[in-house]
């Protein structure tokens, strides 16, 4: 992972440029999750890399390492209510909005992982894939992915019998078993369970 392009990008004038990445955009439950990070230049090699490719363990100590490191860094989220009045995307783009919002310094650029622009009012860079390829995006998606996962953990708390520690809201086979059983909670995306007789 390396700063390929934040330094493209910086060649061409923009100085401060931060990575967008979202957690969670798939569950049936929970909110999703955005966090948008400006690094300093040069940070040394901290063992980023795709959120999806580290085991939790790694991801937990990398959480710690970004925060402390970062230039700035925020994280956002948008509601399952919000989610069912805006549809998964627009929530998606509205959390991006929110992070890059509460950053202390306003960036000249966001590097934003996938093919849609969530038009933040900051010039916009998607990259496909990008969590695999901008160190900046990967450090978003670090803090986006571990934020939502102790969310959910803190949800289970409250649910105890939907077993949210498990498959942290995800459409799995255990989770729509208890939805079966317990019906379905305030917590839960409405929009995301009409299909549920299917299953």
Do not use: W
Request: hydrophobic share 35%.
């Amino acid at each position: 992972m390396t700063y390929e392009y934040e330094n493209e990008y910086r060649e061409k004038g923009y100085k401060l440029i931060c990575g967008i990445d979202e957690a969670g955009r798939g569950p049936l439950a929970g909110p999703v999750f955005a966090a948008a990070v400006i690094l300093p230049d040069g940070l040394e090699y901290i063992g980023l890399n795709d959120s999806k490719k580290l085991s939790e363990k790694k991801r937990d100590e990398l959480f710690d390492v970004i925060k402390e490191k970062a230039v700035s860094y925020c994280i956002a989220s948008a509601d399952e209510n919000e989610i069912d009045g805006l549809n998964i995307l627009n929530a998606t783009f509205l959390a991006m909005k929110r992070a890059i919002e509460g950053l202390k310094l306003k960036p000249d650029l966001a590097l934003i992982d996938g093919n849609r622009k969530p038009n933040t009012g900051i010039e916009e860079v998607t990259l496909v894939k990008g969590d695999g390829k901008s160190i900046s995006i990967a450090a978003a998606s670090i803090l986006a992915k571990v934020s939502r996962d102790r969310y959910m953990l803190e949800l289970d708390k409250m649910y105890p019998e939907y077993n949210f520690r498990q498959h942290k809201g995800y459409p799995t086979k255990l989770h729509y078993e208890k939805i079966k059983e317990h019906g379905i909670s305030p917590v839960h995306r409405l929009s995301f369970l009409k299909t549920l007789d299917k299953h």
